[in-house]
């Protein structure tokens, strides 16, 4: 069986005294070991971020975006090859992972723009032969912490636009499918990226912590799960860095009595159940407004029995597997428990049985959820759609802004009015308007708000150039030696 290991200053390395298993979640069985860093790994790791860092931070700014150049040409022609791990590790299908590795690129090509974004200010004259200006400086070395369920695309959200801003990086990724991100690391050493600038380190809490508690690194961006996320939050910001931790979701998606009801299960059905619903995005409770309830879950259960599930190699998958067995399990018991709390479950994804010892679990509809469930209160994270159904446009906007989770939202409506006053009203950072998954493009900025993010920058886009540089304001005046005077006065521009 094959180790994974760490990849340090532009090696592969590994001592590999703990390990874990990598599945292959399509056949149910470990394809790999990877290896679980050591506190003295990590700190090599940073050691190498940190040697790197002057010689990145010098680096001319055209010769910097030439590497995103060279690592968007790469990525586009190895696209197949990295969706293939993809798939191997995660599960999701193949059309999927290319889609995945797509939106990666993007962060990519926002990055290649490095030149432009990083321009200052300048503004002659704020008094006297004085002159201001404004420069961004990287931050050092920043911690990237990432999520089993974008091994591509959410370690690029993070290291794109990090390394762009001149600083160097140690990216620890999701131990479940961590190949993913050693092949970015070698892709970026081909685009000709200095050794040492990005490093990969695998493993667990030990990994994480170090680098929470390592006095050289700035800055830490964490995606994963609400509760990891606010415990990174809190150790990094007490350890006096910058941080941004992006958490769980809930995503609910309104369909007004207005909508087109087709379009809008068509929607549904796509955004709960793609990926197996192992997206930060993915609808997860559909709120059906007035009298449109019963038509719209019989539209959504027309569609669902339909759906291809199985090994995402095969071109005729729709939906893969679930990452693990165990999560697989946790996933299915709150559909086998909704029954007890009050809901109706009108399609059960947990009788369908599938070949093989995969992490298969199938579609699931439950309707009749209220707030105070189980089903409608934690997040499932697998392929489970709920419906709750309310009375009116300010009972779906109330019961969405008392979620504790605010990461994305959408509302399925033909009145422009409606939907403008829901961007007005709702407490959410991404809103889609017949946009079930409102994922902003690579020049925006992606985050969700109060239990979905803390901290207080979206990641990539133009806020991550905030995020990972300093503003440094400087003052100059050129003198003319014949106006020279003491003066203990405060300066004044006037
Ligand atoms: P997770 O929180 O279990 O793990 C995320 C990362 O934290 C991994 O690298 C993991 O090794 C590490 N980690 C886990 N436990 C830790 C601990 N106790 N101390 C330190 N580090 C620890 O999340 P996951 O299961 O990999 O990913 C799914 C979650 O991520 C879901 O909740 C999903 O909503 C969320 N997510 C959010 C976004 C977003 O943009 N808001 C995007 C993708 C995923």
Not at 177 to 184: I, Y
Not at 312 to 317: C, E, N, R
Request: aromatic fraction near 8%; include cysteine.
């Amino acid at each position: 069986m094959s180790l994974i290991r760490h990849f340090i200053n532009g090696r592969e390395v590994a001592d590999a005294e703990r390990t874990g298993p990598v599945f292959n979640p399509a056949t149910g069985a470990q394809q790999h070991e990877v290896a679980f860093a050591s506190v003295g790994e990590v700190e090599q790791a940073i050691a190498a971020a940190s040697a790197a860092l002057p010689g990145w931070r010098a680096t001319g700014l055209i010769k910097r975006a030439d590497v995103f150049f060279k690592l968007r040409h790469l990525l586009v022609e190895r696209q197949g090859e990295l969706a293939a791990i993809l798939t191997s590790e995660h599960g999701k299908v193949l059309s999927d992972a290319a889609g995945e590795i797509s939106r990666g690129i993007e962060n990519v090509e926002f990055a290649a723009g490095l030149v432009h974004l990083l321009k200052g200010e300048h503004s002659e004259q704020v008094a006297r032969g004085v002159d201001v200006h404004s420069t961004k400086q990287p931050v050092g070395v920043v911690g990237a912490i990432t999520p089993f369920n974008f091994p591509v695309m959410v370690p690029l959200w993070m290291v794109a636009s990090a390394i762009a801003c001149g600083n160097t990086v140690v990216l620890k990724p999701s131990e479940k499918d961590p190949s993913a991100a050693v092949f970015l690391a070698k892709l970026f050493q081909e685009a000709g990226l200095p050794d040492g600038v990005l490093n990969v380190v695998h493993g667990d809490k030990v990994a994480v912590d170090t680098i929470l508690d390592a006095p050289e690194v700035r800055a830490i961006s964490f995606v994963g799960s609400t509760p990891i996320a606010k415990s990174i939050y809190e150790r990094a910001a007490a350890n006096g860095k910058r941080v941004q931790a992006l958490g769980g979701a809930k995503n609910h998606m309104v369909v007004m009595p207005d909508a087109d009801l087709e379009g809008a299960a068509d929607a549904a059905v796509s955004a709960a159940y793609g990926s197996a619903g192992e997206r930060c995005m993915a609808v997860s409770v559909l709120v059906a407004v007035g009298d449109v309830a019963d038509e719209l879950v019989d539209a959504v259960r027309r569609r669902m029995g339909a759906l291809v599930i199985g090994d995402g190699t095969d071109a005729a998958s729709e939906m893969g597997p679930l990452i693990t067995r165990e999560h697989r399990d946790k996933v299915a018991s709150y559909v086998t428990g909704a029954a007890a709390e009050g809901a109706t479950v009108v399609v059960d994804g947990t009788t369908q049985a599938f070949d093989g010892d995969g992490f298969f679990v199938g579609v699931s509809l439950v309707d009749h959820v209220k707030p105070g469930m189980k089903v409608y209160d934690d997040e499932i994270f697998g392929p489970v759609l709920s419906v709750v159904r309310v009375e009116s446009y300010d009972e779906a906007v109330a019961l969405i802004n008392a979620n504790r989770f605010a990461n994305g939202t959408a509302i399925f409506t033909r009145d422009g009015g409606t939907a403008r006053q829901f961007e007005f009203d709702i407490e959410v950072g991404m809103v889609g308007v017949n946009v079930p998954i409102p994922v902003p493009v690579g020049a925006y900025s992606f985050g969700g708000w109060k239990s979905s993010l803390f901290g207080d920058s979206h990641i990539y886009g133009p806020e991550s150039v905030h995020f990972y540089t300093r503003s440094k304001v400087v003052t100059t005046r050129w003198p003319n030696p014949s106006e020279s005077q003491v003066n203990l006065g405060f300066p004044s521009n006037h």
